[in-house]
């Protein structure tokens, strides 16, 4: 299976960095169906649209994902959009609506990215209890539960701690039962993964990180005979040198908003911890990785156009099925990505492809 290519849907204020540097990345539904086309055109597979509901790490304004993935459906016909939803703010039946409804706009191209949260001020500020770190993966492995029973079954009944479904119907089914993504690096989100999702979506890592998880994942996911998809994030610069998008890097950096990084710290490494093993997401993460807010430089997709399609030829030696890509200038860096990236690694998987048949 050829590699798939996700991009992050800059749909909160501020693009992908927590950076001051000037960035031409707009968050506007004008903006980002500009660039769902050119990603589409590109050869982009995915989008992927973030959940926030009040700011943080400076992002101070959002919109809703899968609103804006609808009305991006209306606007792209190949792309596939990957919403985030935030069980605890939203219940189980009327998401699966609303997700079928996205499936009906778009012809089957709707997918959901369950998110367990680690913001508390959300729920704090809506008045929804916050649940600790392993109950809030309980509670959203039942959400998946209900989403793909009333995907595929005519009536659907469930009974858990957190939800009860009492023989609802749900009409029309989708053309294409929406994959379900999530993320997460504790234990718990891992065994959630092996046990109810198809896509298990890693922050930004270096090659050995992302083989111990998928290592792991993989045969968590072996023990209940189910096979997972893996998606790696990274922030991609590419320029024409080496030198150039290392320069790029720092630049953005350099003009990291401290006050904000330390805030996002305090947040998630805080909700890491909580982890009974305490290694949830971030917890190894300095203030340079956590500029990129889910840990986007460490995957090192930052060089030459050649350089950039090794080294995502090496995720996909370790069984990386996606690459999600954030970028700083989204309408040249997409584009740039498409015409000079791209090309290289479909011509190198050909040529794996014709090695394995000789
Ligand atoms: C690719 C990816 C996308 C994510 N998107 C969101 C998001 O849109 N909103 C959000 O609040 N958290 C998001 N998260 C964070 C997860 O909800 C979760 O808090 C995080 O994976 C920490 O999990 P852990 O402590 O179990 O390791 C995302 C994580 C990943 C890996």
Redesign the pocket.
Known sequence: MSLQFAYWVPNVSGGLVISKLAQRTGWSFEDNARYAKLAEEAGFDYA?L???FIASYGAENQLEAITLASALAAVTSKLKLIA?V?PGLWQPGPVAKVITTLDQISRGRAAV?I?????KGEFHGFGEPWLD?NERYRRSEEFIRVLKQLWTQDETDFRGDFYRINGAPHKPKPYVVPPVFQ????A??REMAARVSDWY???GNTVEGFRAQIEDVTRLAAAHGRKLKF?A?AFVIVRDTEEEARQALRDIIAHADPEAVEGFRSQVQF??QA?PERE??WANSNFDDLVQY?DGFKTGLIGTPAQVADKIMQLKSIGVDLV?AGFLHYEEDIQAFGEKVLPLVRAKEAELLEAASR
Do not use: K
Request: glycine share 20%.
């Open positions: 992927l973030q959940t926030r985030a935030l990215n998110v367990s949260g680690w913001f770190h993320g997460g690096n504790s718990a989100a979506f890693m922050n998606g994030n909700a890491g982890s949830g997401m889910n999600l």
